[in-house]
């Protein structure tokens, strides 16, 4: 955990955390959703203004505001002003989650146009300890760490795929071409493109971290991820 605020104490640690990137890829519709049924909305520097056209505010803006409209910054919101270079703003919002002791978080806005952002992004995920979930253009991603069990429901057809983002030996089970204990690593074997049977989904790893995609989603699931550890 790489979390450096300081909060005060909290009736409770929000469950449907809501982290907002810059990235303009999500259609303002499909914002609109998710952020409507958020518990806390946390945006990163100028995310603030992409909840503004959707007539939205943010519970907390953080990052070094080099980017935000000066307008954001005079809004009702906790601002969390941090200025560190050496992190991006996907590493500070996650950051914050943690603070205000929650366990997971969805993000939305990672993909932008920018593949670097976007791969800087999963490397954030890496340095966090929340279970997170994020918002695609066609879908959602789910983090697995090692020891770990993720099971979602899937429509039939749906498309899965399985990316490690270290070596890991994984167990996929309701699609059409499963795992065993397969070995996956960056460089190596992958799982492109499965096809779920439709119902639930199970993916187990070994060690390490995965990304499993799911196509098709277009409305907020905040409950359609359960884990257990192995």
Known sequence: MYSSYTMSARPSAPSRVLIVLAG?????????AWAGEAECTI???SAGDRLRAIGAWPDYLVGDFDSVRPEGLRARVEVRH?????RTDCDKALALAEALGAR?????????DLLDHLLAG??????????L????RRGLAHLVRGG?????WAAESARISVIPLRPTRATLRGVRWELEEALLELGGRVSISNQALGGEVTLAIDSDAALLFESGVS???WESQSFKEN
């Open 24 to 32: 303009e890829d999500l259609p303002l519709d499909r914002l609109a």
């Open 219 to 221: 409305v907020p699931r």
């Open 133 to 136: 979930r994020f918002v695609l």
């Open 82 to 86: 941090d200025p560190d270079a050496e």
């Open 104 to 112: 997971e978080a969805t993000v939305v806005g990672l993909e932008g």
């Open 122 to 131: 999963f490397s954030s995920a890496l340095g966090s300890s929340l279970r």
């Open 148 to 152: 770990e069990t993720l099971r979602i």
């Open 43 to 45: 945006a990163a520097d």
